[in-house]
């Protein structure tokens, strides 16, 4: 089972990125700037720590989550898709007139059960 998934625009919009800058990390801190908004870096430039929580790939790229933003989340999926318009971020994707977003939904029984969380 999986907490995290890709929408087909967004996973299009991810591999252009992949090209162009190489190993890529997905990191969602809910700290400033856009807030909760996933944020796309080079993989060397941002710096993970033991309150980063990995959550899955992504086309081959490492989604993580800080710690507290976990808390609020990990009663959910999370699904990345994409949206024309600038955020307020570093991310990847802003030069493109584009910007990363999630759907989530909450898990399923069997879901939390997989993930022991109940």
């Avoid at 089972?1 to 890529?24: C, D, P, W």
């Amino acid at each position: 089972m999986e907490r995290v998934a890709i929408t087909e625009e967004a996973s299009k919009v991810l591999e252009q990125l992949k090209a162009k800058h190489g190993e890529l990390i997905f990191h969602q801190s809910g700290g400033c700037c856009d807030g909760s908004a996933p944020m796309l870096f080079e993989k060397n430039d941002m710096y993970l720590d033991e309150s980063d929580i990995f959550l899955g790939t992504l086309n081959g790229v490492n989604f993580y989550m800080n710690q507290d933003q976990f808390e609020y989340w990990k009663h959910t999926h999370l699904t990345v898709d994409v949206t024309e318009g600038r955020g307020a971020s570093f991310s990847l994707e802003i030069p493109l007139g584009l910007r990363f977003l999630i759907h989530s939904r909450l898990l399923t029984n069997e879901e939390e059960a997989f993930f022991n969380l109940k």
